[in-house]
């Protein structure tokens, strides 16, 4: 007897036949789990064979047939929402809640392991560390570019990068499959160690490889001082050491919008052990639902002694001078 209740099977049902698409894939299922012996297969001939050869709902839709799109698909067009972050793993999970809470006859809100985040755009930000170790400067506020889009979704995307790199939930999917990045490391007796890499996975190893090695903490400032955005505008006559910085980086000049972000390095709570520098270029993907993601990377992490109270600022970043140089544009994203 399968495991699978009768109102479970009609909502997996439900689901195939959204689509037909969908229903090629439930008897391409069907196939595998019959080794391919049955080769003329109904829909709901295949139903019954999966139904009565599978353990859980949740082994179904985790088959590598089911893709993330066809569960997307399915949830938007149940008018169900999804976590800008979300992953073939939390999308079956929000499926099975909504179909749970609909058996129940409960109001659909998104399954608990999944936490839907304050908009960016509403969220101050948060000293991990106690505020008498590193301030803020709060002299500026009134610049009249500061809440400029680009500004705005500079703060935004830094404080989820940052936050989700601390806590290593960064996924490769939140970069173009062939990112780069060039990393500059200085020891406290100003030795140099740069390294460099291209691909999606690559560049997330390295990047997890020098946090966990250091046992790093990013504290990004996210004050206009600390956090800006900057269009490259191909018409925009950029100086040639600059143009040739962004080919070195293999920096793709079309439709990059480049985020210059520094902060404060911790190894352990209420001590800075340096200073970070880092400039993300971004790209919208039209296969992603036109989502950004990162598509080149330029860091600089420095070990210091004696680091100031006060946060470290783009203005006082050697690495970033002649990014900042880029005009800052009204124009919304």
């Given at each position: ?52 050869h599978s353990e859980s709902v949740s082994s179904i839709l985790n088959r590598k047939t089911v893709s993330k799109e066809m569960l997307l698909k399915y949830l938007t067009d149940s008018n169900i929402p999804v976590t ?250």
């Amino acid at each position: 007897m399968s495991a699978i209740s009768e109102y479970e099977g009609n909502k997996i049902l439900e689901f195939f036949k959204s689509n037909p698409d969908n229903e090629k894939k439930l008897i391409s299922i069907a196939k595998t789990i019959t080794k391919n012996t049955l080769t003329h297969l109904s829909t709901n001939d295949a139903y019954k064979i999966v139904i009565l050869h599978s353990e859980s709902v949740s082994s179904i839709l985790n088959r590598k047939t089911v893709s993330k799109e066809m569960l997307l698909k399915y949830l938007t067009d149940s008018n169900i929402p999804v976590t800008n972050n979300f992953t073939k793993s939390t999308l079956v999970e929000q499926v099975i809640e909504y179909w749970k809470n609909l058996e129940n006859g409960v109001k659909y809100s998104p399954v608990s392991s999944i936490q839907q985040p304050e908009p960016l755009s509403q969220q101050q930000p948060q000293q991990i560390y106690p505020q008498h170790h590193i301030t803020y400067s709060t002299d500026h506020l009134a610049r009249p570019t500061e809440n400029f889009p680009i500004n705005v979704m500079s703060r935004n995307f830094c404080s989820w990068f940052y936050k989700n790199f601390n806590e290593f939930t960064i996924q490769p999917n939140d970069f173009w499959s062939d990112c780069t990045i060039h990393v500059q490391m200085i020891d406290r007796n100003g030795d140099l160690k740069e390294d460099s890499t291209i691909t999606a996975r690559l560049v997330l190893n390295l990047l997890y490889s020098i946090k966990s090695q250091f046992n790093f903490y990013f504290n990004p400032n996210l004050s206009y001082e600390g956090t800006r955005g900057k269009y490259v505008i191909l018409n925009l006559k950029l100086s040639s050491s600059l143009l040739t910085f962004l080919i070195y980086l293999r920096m793709d000049l079309h439709g990059l919008v480049l985020i210059l972000c520094c902060g404060t390095l911790h190894s352990h709570e209420s001590v800075a052990d340096g200073v970070f520098e880092s400039v993300f270029g971004l790209m919208r993907d039209p296969f992603s639902e036109n989502n950004w993601k990162i598509k080149n990377i330029k860091l600089k992490l420095q070990s210091s002694i004696g680091i100031s109270h006060k946060a470290p600022e783009l203005q006082n970043c050697p690495s970033l001078q002649q990014f900042l140089a880029l005009p800052e544009c009204e124009e919304t994203l």
